[in-house]
């Protein structure tokens, strides 16, 4: 399934996921971004559908290598 956020941001529900957060099991959602012209990174996104699909983890990998991995704390 793929959904719109925002105009021409486009992210596609791959599959649910059980996150570890704080030593427990969160389920969640994992979204990708789809890549538009000229874009260097690929974009995850987790979120929680029991919270309201709060995100929960947001990860941006630049075809260089580098990597930004953001998790909930509390």
């Given amino acids: 399934k793929t ?3 925002k105009s021409g941001i486009y992210l596609v529900v791959e599959h649910t996921e059980a996150l570890e957060l704080q030593g ?3 389920p969640t959602l994992r979204l990708q971004r789809l890549p538009q012209a000229g874009d260097n990174e ?3 996104l ?3 559908p029991a919270q ?3 995100p929960v983890r947001i990860r ?3 075809r260089d290598g580098d990597v930004m991995d953001l998790s909930l704390k509390s």
């Fill in 24 to 26: 427990e099991p969160m």
């Fill in 46 to 48: 987790w979120v929680n």
């Fill in 3 to 5: 959904v719109s956020i």
């Fill in 52 to 54: 309201g699909y709060v």
């Fill in 60 to 62: 941006m990998e630049e």
């Fill in 42 to 44: 690929k974009a995850l």
